[in-house]
């Protein structure tokens, strides 16, 4: 059975104290129900959102890592240093990573391979451009994004991905896919994947739904049956916001 995953990208928002406050926030207010509640801080606050939520039932994940082991690689994070503080899920693929930071598939295989080897379960993020879907071309696209950055991996790999469409159109843009959109995507990444790897892994991985989700639209979208949570973006910057959307299920 899969698990229903509601993660927060809090990407480049929130200092430390405005971190412990959001924290405190979901915390409390949140209701026990069998949706995971992920959180991506930045990386310096993630050691604090570690400690903050320990035992809490809350999973604290990275926004992205280095795919070196170490080195001189100014400004970057190596995964040893993520796992070293409790953080062993990582984001990667992001669209803004690919956009501002040049990430490509290529690079973000070597990324899904370092991540792998510490353990570290990944959110691996992908999804077309306005111009793909304009001209057709967004389940090809798609298609090359997976093989191309996840393909090479064994099935057991498979255990530690969970994946996240984010029509790029889609991102802080208040444009959401429909929800027909959205299913009948994610029903194509669950028949390539079972092409690929069988039935099995592809009943089981988590996918998730990313692009300017919100509490009056998140039901709608989580009723999609291959449709498994969402990658939230600005609504995950509001503890009411981001649990309306984790209690959408
Ligand atoms: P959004 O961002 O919810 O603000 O559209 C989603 C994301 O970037 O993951």
New binding site residues.
Partial sequence: MRKHIVAG?W?MHKNNQETVKLLEEIIAKKATNDTEIVVAPTFVNLLTAVEKTNSKGITVAAQNMHQAEGGAFTGEVAADMLTSIGVNTVILG???RRAYFHETDALLALKVDTALKHEMRIIF?FGEELKDRQIDNHFNLVEYQLRDALFHLEKSDWSKIVL?Y?PVW????GETASPAQAQEMHKFIRTLIDKVYGYEVAENVSILY?????PDNAKEIFSNPDVDGG??????LNADDFLAIVNAF
């Fill in positions: 990208n990407k992001h669209s803004e993020c996240a984010e889609a991102i802080g843009t990313g692009g300017s989700v919100k990658l939230i973006g600005g609504a995950a």
